[in-house]
Structure formats: C-alpha cells, structure tokens
C-alpha cells in the first residue's frame, strides 16, 4: 500500500486535488529536488499562478556541508526582478566576487545596479527562497524522492518512494548531477571524464594549520578559517582511483601527502568528495520531461557558477512552462528553454575546464600562463569582459539579427511612470511580460495580449549602456520578457511586435482580437 505523504503546507495554500485513484495526488507541474534551482523554478511557476509541487529527499533545508558560496551579479539581478533581492542583501557579505583562475576581478565598473557579489552560503540561499515558496503557496513533499514516472498523451505520473503517487502535466528533474530523473528519462550525459578529485571538509585540528592556498605537482590545496571557527579543507588527492563517500582516514591521508602531517585532524563535521568531470545532457527535455540546475549541467566549482546558471535556468523555465501549463504558447515556445541554456551551460564548462587546465598542476609552465593570463586580465577590456561572462551580465540568446538589446538583459533604468519615479526591475515583480513604450501616450498597443503583457508608458532620460557592448541607441519601444531578457525592440510603427508577442506569449486572446 503507499505510504503517507510528509506534506508540509505552505500559508494559504490549497488542498492537492484527487484524481481517480484516491493515492494519487495531481498538481500542475512536479519538481524532483528542492535546492536552489527547484524553489526558484517553483517561485516563479506560483507567480504566474501555476499549481505546483516539490518533492524533497531531506525533511528541511538544512544543510550540513559547505556548498556554494555565493551569488552573482546577474543573479542578484533576477532576485531583483523578483522584489527579493533585499532578503538576501541584508544576509550576506557583498564583495567582488568574480574570479578567473583565482585572479580576482573587479566588476564595479560594470553598468549594473549591482556591481558586485555577495558571499552567502547555500544553506542560507535556500531558506530564503523556501521562506519565498511557502509564502508563494508551493506544495512540499518531504523525506521523499522521485523513484520513476509513466508519460501519456494527457501527462505524466510520477512515483515517489513508499509507493505513494503524484500526477502532473511537467515534471522537472532539479536532482542534482547524479539525477535519477535524467536517468530514467534516457537523457544521454556526455562530457569529459575528471582529470583530479578534490577533497572537502570542516574539520578541527591539533596542531596550528598552515593556513593559506598551495601548489604543488599534485594540484591545489587551501586551508582557512570556517565561519563555525573550524578548519576548512580543501586538498587535491593523489589518485583518481577513490570514489564515493570519503572517510577521515582519506582527508587524514591526503593531508599527509600534501603538507607532511594530518594537523592531527579529527571531529570533522562533514567531507566530501568533488571532481572536474563536466557533463552536460544532451537535451533539457524529452516529452513531458524537463531538465535544469546540476541535473542538466555539471562541472567543477571553481569560479563558482554552478548554482547561479541552475538559478537562471529555472527563470529561463518558469514563465515559458506557466504558459504551456494555461495552453497559451507558441508551440515551439518549450523549446526555446533547451536552445537559450543549452549553449550558456557550455560556455561554462568550457570556461571551468580552461581555470582547471591552468590550476591543476604548480609546475613552472603553469605558473607563468597563470601569470600572464592575470597580467592580460589586469588591463580593463579583458577584465570587463571576462567579468561580464563569469557574474552572468554578459548573457545573450540569440533572437536574430536586430538591436544590440535584442536578447540581453534589460537594465535596470529609473523610468518616470505616470509621473512618478519608478525602476525598471519593479515592472517585473509579478513574473509577466512588459510592453514598454518611449514615445508619445498610447502609441504601442498590445490589448489582445492584455491577461499576460503589461503595457507601460515611460520616460528615460539617461544613457542605455550594456556590460561589454557598451553605449546602445535609445529604442523607442521595448517588450521584455518575464526573466528579463529583450524579445523586441521597435517604434510607434509597431513593426514585428505582433510577431514577437506571439511567440513569446502565445496567439492573442480571441476576445481581444
């Protein structure tokens, strides 16, 4: 018989519906995995109204090990978008965050209101997006996790462990590199196997450390001060022949082959295990299935983007699936999700798998590339654009031919609204679409898509400039997309704007046509 379902009940949240069987529970989207990636994705699908629902391994976001540390530029933006970005603000540590190969690089002159990172650990990250979840009404389905699902033309059911059953029109694995969901979609992984593997771990020590980072023919290594005052390993072990969950002994072991001695290290808290292997699914989705975070993308930690690009996959996600949930899109619309991330996961791979090959070994050839990479990244152009790429500003999907806007994130501009002063990121706190007009009242219309596009006379006085691009010309009218991202730029004569609202928002309403 299935087992009861831990469901923890968000505030104002309804009742699941029952369909046909009494186990089985439906919702509208499912969501394998309640890290960074499946609370955003949730978030954002709630907003546009969508009934959707987690199902999560662990009881609560507790997290015991350190995992990534940060968040973006870019990323801070799309909080932003949101309206919560000050949630995150007020509990981290913001600094220049952006990194190459361990050259530091400094963002702050880059055209953003946030020209920085902020230093905030996952565990942190994640309470505040489930506190957003619950406050949003996401369903939680706790010490449970996705074991398989059966697809048909009308939806997918999904099984979870203990038997119990949930069925739905989308699932998305948000699983984690190792995603069963994946797996069982038969969605090929292909990448490159690892050239190290890393150990991590908090731990205490006996004896004084020898704090501070180091190379070595073995690759690179670093001890420092952990916010619960323990130590915080980081080592590169000697053979790639270990795998699985490491012990003591092993952090003890690759200690010693490194620094001469253990420390006399014991009471760790938790180690684990990481590689260089990067992998990348070969779609995000297959039918009814979709893939984002670690469960479409794996790489190494360095740089620290893994979590962000899951972040901004689920914002990619979010609205386009809402949509096809309402039967409103553009049938190729779910499409677009693969064919926009796709390349922006493998340009990370590519730029992780170039910080490893200069990182992996201390031999004096890799030190001098690493020397004249950081000279190279000390002069302004490099730095701003290798800035732009690993804090996400720089991100660009290729609509086609048009204005250097087309595609790029919309800045965020103080506008003058209806007399009053009003950023640009505000217009997208509900998650729609927003038609903006820069020309006379009135002059762009879009009332056949008025119940998902909101259309806003405006006026901006200032300078339109882009990270990387620099200066653009002023458009006349801009429609931007939900996660921010540019989907036309035109004038009054409204050329290809019914095109564009379109696609990105499906045929128009039939009442308003």
Known sequence: MPSHLPISRSRGGTQPSRIGNPATLEHEIVIAGGGPTGL???????????????????????????RAGGLHARTI??????????????????LQLAGFAW???????????????????????????ADWAEELAVRFYREREVTGFAEDEAGIDVTLSGGARLRAKYLVGCDGG????????????????????????????????????????LGFHGLSTAES?????????????????????????????????????????????????????ACYRKGRVLLAGDAAHIHHSVGGQGLNLGVQDAVNLGWKLAQMVKGVAHAGLLDSYHAER??????????????????????????????????????????RR????????DIAYDLGEGHKLLGRRMPDLDLVVEGRKRRLFTLLHGARGVLLNFGKCGGVDAAPWRDRVDVVDATYDGMWELPVIGQVAAPGAVLVRPDGHVAWVGDESQH??????TSWFGPAAASAA
């Not at 969508?50 to 350190?66: F, K, L, M, N, S």
């Not at 230093?119 to 309470?127: G, S, T, V, Y």
């Not at 290798?386 to 500003?393: D, E, I, N, P």
């Not at 290809?496 to 609202?501: P, Q, S, V």
């Open 40 to 66: 955003m994705l949730a978030a954002e699908l709630a907003l546009a109204g969508v009934d959707v629902a987690i199902v999560e391994r662990r009881p609560d976001q507790a997290i015991v090990e350190t």
């Open 496 to 501: 290809g704007l019914e095109e564009a609202l």
């Open 77 to 94: 933006e799309i909080l932003d978008q949101r309206g919560i970005a000050d949630r995150f603000l007020r509990e981290g540590e913001i």
């Open 342 to 383: 796709h390349p922006v996961a493998a340009r990370v791979l590519k730029n992780t798998m170039a910080q490893i090959t200069l990182l992996r070994r201390g031999d004096d050839g890799r030190k001098a590339a690493r020397e004249a990479i950081g000279e190279l990244l000390a002069m302004d152009e490099p730095r």
């Open 229 to 281: 005052g323990r130590v915080l390993v980081v080592v590169t072990e000697a053979t790639l022949d270990r795998t699985g969950q490491p012990s003591l002994r092993d952090l003890s072991e690759a200690l010693i082959a490194v620094y001469g001695t253990d420390f006399g290290v014991h009471n760790a808290a938790w180690i684990s295990r990481f590689t260089d292997a990067a992998r990348q699914a």
């Open 103 to 129: 050259t530091r690089l400094d963002i702050g002159d880059l055209p953003t209101r946030h020209p920085y990172g902020l230093k905030l650990r996952q565990a942190r990250i994640e309470r505040i997006l």
């Open 178 to 217: 190792r995603s069963l969901v994946r797996k069982a979609a038969g969605i090929d992984f292909p990448g490159f196997d690892p050239t190290l593997s890393n150990l991590m771990a908090e731990v205490e020590m006996r004896q004084p450390p020898a704090f501070g980072l180091r190379h070595d023919a």
């Open 386 to 393: 290798f800035g732009a790429m690993m804090s996400g500003l």
